[in-house]
Structures are given as C-alpha cells and as structure tokens.
C-alpha cells in the first residue's frame, strides 16, 4: 500500500481522492498527534486553518474544522491566506498546529492538505507516518465545554503584512513592480504589501472566483506576466503559485528570473551582509549546474538534497543555514520564515534592486545556466523509476555519453502522477536529444 502523504502533504484529485471523509478522518487523526503535548499538560489543542480559493477548499476546509472540533480543538479559521502566512500564524498565536488547504501550482480540481506543527515547521515523516495509522481509529469523542470551538479570525492577513514589512531590509520606492497573483491566495496580500513598502505595483491574476486558480498566471504559466512587465515598462514582474509558497521573477525585457537565479541573487547579497550562515546555500538536485558553478565562484557552499522544499528545509533546520530552495521558487529565509515564501521572496528581490540600483537582469548574471530540458512522462509506474534495471542503465549510459559536460536525473514526483526527466548538456538541442532517448526507455520499460 502507498504511503497516503507525499512530499507537501496529502495531494489529489478533489472529491475523488481527497474527500471530505478523508478530511474528516486526517483532522482528527491530526488533532489526537498533534494535539497530545497540550492535552497532557491539561490545556484545549489551538489550530490555525488556511486555504487558497480553491471552490473545493470550501467543503474540505468545512470538514477539516468540523473533525478537528470534534475532537476537541480549538480552530482559528483564518480564511484564504498563503501557505507562508498559515505557518506564520501557527508561531505567532503560539497555536500547537495548522493546517493548510491547498494543491499549490496544480490545477484547480486538484486540492491537499498540509499540517505544520508548532512553531509553523512542516512535519517529519515518523509524524506524518502516524496520522495516517491513526485514520479509522476508534476514539473517545469530548462532549459539552470540552468539544473544540471555532473562531472566523480575520486579523490573520494584517499580522503577515506587519511581519513581511518588518523583515524588509530597505523600501521599495521608485520600483515598478507587476504582481502576478495567479489568482490564487496571495491574489490579496502580494500587491498590498509591495504598495506599503513603496512600489507601484500593477496586478494581474488577482481576481481569483475559486474556478480560477492557476489557470493561464501564476509561476508555471509566465506569458501573461512577461506581455505586462513589458507593456507597462515595469521594473520587474513577479509571480506566484496558488499558495504562494513560489516567486519566480520577470525582468523588463520579460525574460525569465528563475529560482536558481533568485537563489544566487540572494546568497551573494547575503554573503555580504555576513547574514549567510557558514557561507552556505542549500538547494537540491535539481538546482542548475550553473548555480553551483557560480557559488563556487563567489566563495559559497552548497549543499544539495533530494527534491521537496520539507528536505530542504530539514538540512537548514540540522545545520542553521539561513537560506535555501528550489529552482521551482521555493525560497526559504529561515531568519523570518519556517518555508517557503513566495512573497518574502519577491520582496527581498525588489529590496536588493532598490538598494544597489540593479536591475533584475544585471543582478541575475550572477550565474549562466546551462541549458536544461525537463519533461513529465506520465502513464507510466512512477514508483518503478529507481529500481527498474533497464531504465538505470540507459541512466548511466547517457551520463556516460555527457562525459562531465553535463548530467541527468530521473526521478518520480511527489506531487503529481509522473517521472520527471531532467538532463542538462553544454547545448540545448543535446539535452533535448538525450532526454528523448530516456523518455522513451522510460515509457517502454514503465508502462502502466
């Protein structure tokens, strides 16, 4: 039987795979871990519950309330808000966990749910690993004053402002700046924030009706964002994902800023501020050779981990590095966030244009990247990908072949039903050529 959580909480297909039974059921297994330490210390659990504008996330959310209720917890219903502010929000209400609705960069019918435990830090897999063995459990239900109470806490989205301000080394003014919200959960509190710290700030995708969500905006569809950056003569774009727990970044010509550049812009700023703990960036396999190159140029380490913002955050958490993420946008500043934050991000981006008088574009030549196809083979055994001989020898043959001058990696997703192929070469038609020949031993050997 497959492991029911994936690398950003229980992902799927919502009202088929994720429903509100199970919901239901993962909330009170929830509250029962999660809520052990308090009720041992004979105090009511506290959990703080967020989503993005997902219509589906208004029947989920109403049954993870409910179960969590239920079980005697007290909820903070903070609405639709980012993934970054429901972890901030679990520390700064000293609550004992939240929980957070949302299938992030997927597709609207998609949705998940994610805990964090106090202090708004993702789980472990051990603690994971036992919300799942408690589904279906028999438990004594609290009656009367000892059930869980519901609070529609609205203040939530000031809190985070203040906190994001507060963290911003230098104003915004005289920046141009078009946030692109993908009509998700930071469709509100994105071009807020970049107005009160003193840019102009134009919107796209910030008119989110719970249909919309993702869909032609937002991090992984950039064409809308680059025609704005360009029309309005903006200084540079930003762009997030539907949980806003991603920023990549525009720049006025609409040429794309990644999160490996966004990565390298940061650390080398951070280096010279002495705020870059044992001058170290931590990102993770899939971060561009070019990254590594230029850290290596610059005097800064990196240490890479296995894909998932949680693994990143896990080797800064053991070592105390300050920053790290993914080349997907994942940022994390663990001085003022325990994950990813995608409108942090955007900030400390636009701080660092305004404070050397950079753009985007002279500030991301920081590195070159090499050039990079990744595609999605789906239809095929995902979970087959490590171990099927066939396809580790076509692996080791192509790297073979690469002779140093670039690399591969094939791996399965944790949030989507796919095997991702990756190859980087010292030319785009040689990569692209390489990942066809493995996407084809991968569809014949993996085929479902």
Sequence with gaps: MSRLFGTDGVRGLANVDITADLALQLAVSAAHVLGREARESGRKPKAVVGRDPRASGEFLGAAVIAGLASAGVDVHDVGVLPTPAVAFLTADMDAHFGVMLSASHNAMPDNGIKFFASGGHK??????????????????????????????????????????????????????????????????????????????????????????????????????????VVKRGADIGIAHDGDADRCLAVD???????GDQIMGILAVDMKSRGALHDDTLVATVMSNLGLLHAMEREGIKVKQTGVGDRYVLEEMRASAHTLGGEQSGHVILLEHGTTGDGVLTGLMLAARMAATGKTIAELGTVMSRLPQELINVKGVDKARVETDEGVQAAVAEETARLDGSGRVLLRKSGTEPVVRVMVEAATADEAKAVADRLVSVVKERLAL
């Design 123 to 228: 789980l472990p897999d051990a603690v994971e690993d036992e919300i799942e063995a408690g589904l279906g459990k028999d438990w004594e239900r609290p009656t009367g004053a000892q059930v869980g109470r519901v609070l529609q806490n609205r203040a939530g989205q000031a809190r985070y402002v203040a906190h994001l301000l507060e963290a911003l080394p230098n104003r915004l003014d005289g920046l141009t700046v078009v946030i692109d919200g993908a009509h998700g959960a930071a469709s509100s509190v994105s071009p807020e924030v970049f107005r009160l710290a003193g840019a102009d700030v134009f919107e796209i995708g910030t008119e989110p009706d719970g249909l919309n969500i993702n869909d032609g905006y937002g991090s992984t569809h950039l064409q809308h964002l680059k025609d704005a």
């Design 252 to 258: 006025a010509d609409g040429n794309e800023i990644d």
